[in-house]
């Protein structure tokens, strides 16, 4: 009879619970979005995969010739953008603001610009409209864009930040005791050097808009964003072709991280054949 030590069995017992918990993991990450996806090949007309009454790209057909749909994407395109172009400038800048300062003034700038983040979207939604209300704004895209950037800052501040940190600070000095200018420094060394974590932000200020729902209900006006869309199709009644537009998306997303990552091994073996 083979014998099994006391630690070994632990070391077993271990194993076989963490691969366990692995599986569960990705089971309640992923599980979900199968079941969308598998969805909208359904042939029925309520969104569940179970009956299973035939296969059927009919949804995925009625999603590209839904014309609210499409409306509703270019919506929350259009303010997406906008949140990049107002967020991006004003958080790097209030990033440059808080790694100048020293002590207890960087410590009460830090929780001053962070605390847009902790405050409910509801509430940022309707302050932002009661606000500008008294100056003659009571919705669209204007007061939507502003509403959102006004926390999306604070996460482009915290990654530009972050990446600032890193910084040697002599780079900058050698260059400004070699007769550059600040505006020079800025675009050859600082911008190059931030440029990894400025495409970052982008992105993030992109999908923090994309998918915000809470404060963007106040402040939308008559435009109808995505969010907004499909909150309003849960009311009134969902169809598979939500399903559909749920695996586009995710079909995009993944595409478009597998193209980034091919490029940037690309670029990688590029720079090394160089």
Known sequence: MPSFSKAGLLAGLRSLAARFYLLAFIGFLLGPLLI???????????????????????????????????????SSGIIAAGVILVSLPVGVAAAFVLTSLHGRARS????????????????IGISTLLFWRKLGVNGGYFLTILAQSSFIISFVMLMVVAQLQRFDRTMEDAALGLGASQLLVFRRILL???????LAACCLAFLQSFENYNTTLFVRGTETPLTVFIATKVRTGLTPVINALGLVLMASTILGAVLWEFWLRRRGRVAKTA
Not at 108 to 123: E, K, N, R, T
């Open 108 to 123: 009460f700038a830090y929780a001053l610009m962070v605390s847009p983040m902790l405050i409910p979207g509801i509430v």
């Open 36 to 74: 969308l996806g598998l969805a909208a090949f359904n042939d029925s007309s309520f969104p569940t995969v179970s009956p299973w009454q035939g296969s059927t790209l009919k949804w995925i057909v009625a999603l590209f010739q839904d014309g609210e749909i499409g409306r509703a994407l270019v």
């Open 192 to 198: 190059p050097y931030l440029r990894p974590a400025l």
